[in-house]
């Protein structure tokens, strides 16, 4: 029987929640995820626990904050003047927006609050902080 192993193509069905019973994301018959174990397309963690598995087995893996998106890290927040956006663009909390950091460099934010004199920009992902649990379906190993 052929198991997984590192550099093995596989593909997967899964429901990943978080600990309140939410689904975050899902992959299931017409959507299968495929990707190379090792490979760093999924999370380190998740392919570690991979290792071993069998055609058509199903596990449930659990992934603490740190295997999965990291920490909320307050350093990832930023306090920008309201002054800083044209008047007429509207901001919304919620909204996502590529911020300019310069030496070319690029980050997706996210405004987590706002009045009519700051705007606080959040760089963590949404998932930061967050365990997650993987009910995971192993459909093909490649």
């Known amino acids: 029987m052929q198991r997984v192993q590192n550099g093995d193509r596989v593909t997967v069905h899964y429901i990943g929640t978080l600990d309140n019973g939410r689904i975050f994301d899902q992959r299931e018959d017409d959507q299968p995820l495929s990707f190379t174990i090792g490979a760093g397309e999924v999370f380190s963690a998740l392919e570690q626990e991979m290792i071993g598995m069998a055609i058509g087995e ?3 893996i659990h992934l603490s904050a740190d295997h999965a998106y990291g920490l909320r890290l307050d350093e990832n927040l930023l306090t920008v003047s309201r002054k800083l956006f044209p008047a007429e663009r509207e901001l919304r909390i919620g909204q ?3 911020i300019e950091l310069g030496g070319n ?23 930061a902080g967050c365990e997650l649990t993987f009910a995971l379906q192993l459909v093909s190993i490649e």
């Open 58 to 60: 199903v596990k449930n």
């Open 96 to 98: 996502k927006m590529v």
């Open 105 to 127: 460099e690029q980050r997706v934010m996210r405004i987590r609050r706002l009045d009519e004199h700051d705007v606080l920009l959040d760089g963590n992902h949404d998932l």
